[in-house]
């Protein structure tokens, strides 16, 4: 069974880091891009950051750029999302979500697989 | 920064034919996906590039492709459908991606 199963999160004070992790079962992980994907209570789904399935393309959104940095290690078949210089507008559930193209192409693709999220916690 | 516009509800009585609309100027360049999403659930993607359906998805779930604009049919909608549903697509470098704002389906 394909499977993303993501963990790590949890209440974080502002100006905090937390490392979320994905693993990844089920399927070639080394052969598919990854994302992340968050949304915030009561709110819409945002894209937050890309990787193809080697790590020589990276994609940020703008408003975690410079503060989050994805990562993976296709030998332990895992994604990681380090988010530093956390705010209380990062708090949401996070998903790591499966790209069926290896090299982050042009006409982009989309999000077959998804996990079920981990949230974070954002608080004073 | 590129955004995508979705009509934030839309209603419809069981068997009839809802429709979801998502604008957007790089959508001529680059695909559209949708997702369904319940409540307290992921997503899931119920088309892939503009109009193809992933196995597993109902017949009823049809995708199309017109200029700067695609559209999500749910032909004879049944009370399982109730969900929000959200289009994804990119910028035109592709480097940046982006989902509309979701839409509310609601069966009356």
């Known amino acids: 069974e394909v499977q993303l199963v993501e963990s790590g999160g949890g209440l974080v004070k502002p100006g905090g880091s937390l490392r979320l992790s994905c693993a990844a079962s089920?399927?070639?992980?080394?052969?598919?891009?990854m994302n992340w994907v968050r949304q915030a209570p009561g709110k819409g789904l945002e894209w937050v950051s890309s990787?193809?399935?080697?790590?020589?393309?990276?994609y940020y959104a703008d408003s975690v750029k410079g503060r989050f940095t994805i990562s993976r290690d296709n030998a332990k078949n895992s994604l990681y999302l380090q988010m530093n210089s956390l705010r209380a507008e990062d708090t949401a559930v996070y998903y790591c979500?499966?790209?069926?193209?290896?090299?982050?192409?042009?006409?982009?693709?989309?999000?077959?697989?998804w996990g079920q999220g981990t949230t974070v916690t954002v608080s004073s | 920064s590129y955004e995508l516009t979705q009509p934030p509800s839309v209603s419809v009585s069981p068997g009839q034919t809802a429709r979801i609309t998502c604008s957007g100027d790089a959508l001529p360049k680059q695909y559209a996906y949708w997702y369904q999403q319940k409540p307290g659930q992921a997503p899931v993607l119920v088309i892939y590039k503009d109009s193809e359906r992933p196995s597993g998805i109902p017949e009823r779930f049809s995708g199309s492709s017109s200029g700067t604009t695609v559209t999500l049919t749910i032909s004879g909608v049944q009370a399982e459908d109730e969900a929000d549903y959200y289009c994804q697509s990119a910028d035109s470098s592709g480097t940046s991606w982006v989902f509309g704002g979701g839409t509310k389906l609601t069966v009356l």
């Open positions: 979500a499966r790209v069926p193209d290896a090299q982050l192409r042009s006409p982009a693709y989309g999000m077959d697989v």
């Open positions: 089920g399927f070639t992980f080394s052969s598919y891009s």
């Open positions: 990787i193809s399935s080697s790590s020589s393309y990276i």
